[in-house]
Each structure stands twice: as structure tokens, then as C-alpha cells.
């Protein structure tokens, strides 16, 4: 699979939010649980059912007072990715891989790195670190560190941050040579929007070749906002099988994820 595309790719992982839009839908599904409740109370069960999802937006909504934030960090996707994430995390083995997954902060920006070596060293994008010589780094169930720049790549869109934690640390392991089936099913784990730490699934799409990249990168059906830059791809052996850096916007899909393969970084990393 290998599909060449010229389209312009979005590095930054924004969701456009249409902010009218949005208040719109939290009123609907609102006005919507108030109906249904009234019917219920005159004529019994509907024979049709109130979508899940509305009562999960309300009861967000009313036990959190979100509904003002909501046109600055969350569509109706974004509530269904929460709710993905609460049920993937009951899981032992995304249990054991959040561990590894840490976010990268460099000024006002943040995005997702993830440990491959129990000394300290983790992966994230290029364009997470800016630039920058040291970033700020926080470790589950460890804290905030300096963490030092000791590789670039940009152009495989990778870096390499070394942390010093002073003890062994969960990790998750590279896989090599991995190979990429259609429609396979991956887990990824990141800090989108205002979020950390949360954890989601999608499938594999097919590769493609960007204008400006000399190899193909691939693409997944899968709910990739901003922050998820630097996320790792993990396969159902539980091993990194690519980073992801950006979404593009397909003309018979839609928005999709990228990352690249984890055998690009192999290939430069001694």
C-alpha cells in the first residue's frame, strides 16, 4: 500500500472547532434529554433511544460546568475519545504502557514523548522540541524534569530527549521491522487538547508519500488532536511500531493521523 499525496499536512494536530457550532450541539443534546425525559413521563420507553453519547456529553456538561470550555477544547468526537480512554485504561497492558508515555512542554506548547530505554531516553517529534537545547518533561509517577536534546531529526520529524531519573523506568520497545497490515488495529497514548495520558485506538490505513518526505508515512482511521505529536504507535504485541506528527485531510476520509515509521528511526539512531 502506498499512495502518493500532495496535500498540505497539519504538523500542529489541530481540531477545527466551529464555536457556534458547537454551543449549538451541547443545546441540542440538552433540549434533546429534557424532551425524551417528559415523553417518558407521559408515554413510557420511546421506541427509539436518546444516543449514548448525548447523556455522556450532559452529565459532563452539568458535573463539570464544561459547557464554556467546550469551544475551546472538545468536539462531540473528543467526548467519545474520553470515554474510549476511560475503557482502554482498565486494561493491564495499557495500564503498564501509560507509564512510559510522558509529556513535553517547550513554552506555551505541549506535546507527547514516550521512554524506549530504562536510563532516560524518549522519543518525540521535531517539532515538539522546537528547537529548544532543554524542554520540560513530566513522568508519571515521577515528576517534572530538564530534559536535554541529544538527537534531531527533522527530517524524519523525530528527536531524541534524555532525562536524568536516577532510577529504571518503565519503557516501551521498539519494534523491528514491523510490518503494516490495512485495517490492523493499534493502540496510541498521548496528551491531546487540554488532556494527558489518554488512551486510544484506530486502525491502519495505508501509507502514503508526502511531497516534501523522501518515504512514505502511514495513515490511520483514528481521533489525533493537537498534543498527540510525539505519541507513540503501539501494536498488539505491545511494541512501538511509529510516532505520530500530524493529520491530513483525505478527500474520500477526511481528517486522518500520520506517523512515521519506527524503522526510520532505526536506520538513523547509533
Known amino acids: ?27 441540542q443534546a440538552r433540549e434533546a434529554a429534557f424532551a425524551r ?34 469551544p475551546q477544547t472538545l468536539s462531540i468526537p473528543a ?6 480512554s476511560t475503557e482502554l485504561s482498565k486494561q493491564d497492558d495499557i495500564k503498564e504502557y501509560k507509564k512510559s508515555v510522558t509529556v513535553i512542554e517547550t513554552g506555551d ?13 524518549m522519543l518525540t517529534n521535531s517539532h515538539v522540541i522546537e528547537g529548544n537545547d532543554t524542554v520540560t518533561v513530566g513522568v508519571p509517577e515521577h515528576g517534572l524534569f ?7 531529526y527533522p527530517e524524519i520529524d523525530l528527536a531524541v530527549v534524555k532525562i536524568d531519573i536516577g532510577e529504571a523506568t518503565p519503557y516501551l520497545e521498539l519494534a523491528k521491522n514491523p510490518e503494516y497490515e490495512q485495517d490492523e488495529l493499534i ?20 501509507e502514503v508519500r508526502l511531497k516534501d518526505w523522501d518515504q512514505p508515512v502511514v495513515t490511520i482511521d483514528a481521533p489525533v488532536y493537537r498534543g498527540n505529536s510525539g505519541s507513540p504507535i503501539i501494536n498488539k504485541d505491545g511494541k512501538v511500531t511509529g510516532v505520530i506528527f500530524a493529520t491530513i485531510d483525505e478527500e474520500e476520509i477526511g481528517k486522518v493521523g500520520l506517523f512515521v515509521p519506527i524503522d526510520y528511526f532505526h ?3 547509533r
Open 187 to 206: 493502540y496510541f497514548i498521548g496528551n491531546p487538547l487540554k488532556f494527558s495520558g489518554i488512551a486510544n485506538k484506530g486502525n491502519l490505513i495505508e
Open 1 to 27: 500500500m502506498d499512495k502518493k499525496n500532495n496535500d498540505i499536512i497539519d504538523t500542529d494536530l489541530i481540531e477545527d472547532i466551529d464555536d457556534e457550532e458547537m454551543l449549538e450541539l451541547v443545546e
Open 79 to 84: 467526548i467519545e475519545f474520553l470515554i474510549t
Open 146 to 152: 530538564t530534559g536535554k536534546v541529544v538527537e534531531d
Open 109 to 121: 506548547s505541549k506535546g507527547t514523548g514516550f521512554l524506549f530505554s530504562n536510563d532516560g531516553l
Open 37 to 70: 425525559e417528559a415523553y417518558q413521563k407521559k408515554h413510557g420507553k420511546p421506541k427509539r433511544q436518546f444516543p449514548k453519547w448525548a447523556f455522556w456529553l450532559i452529565s459532563l456538561a452539568l458535573a463539570f460546568n464544561i459547557v464554556a470550555l467546550l
Open 267 to 269: 536506520d538513523i539512531y
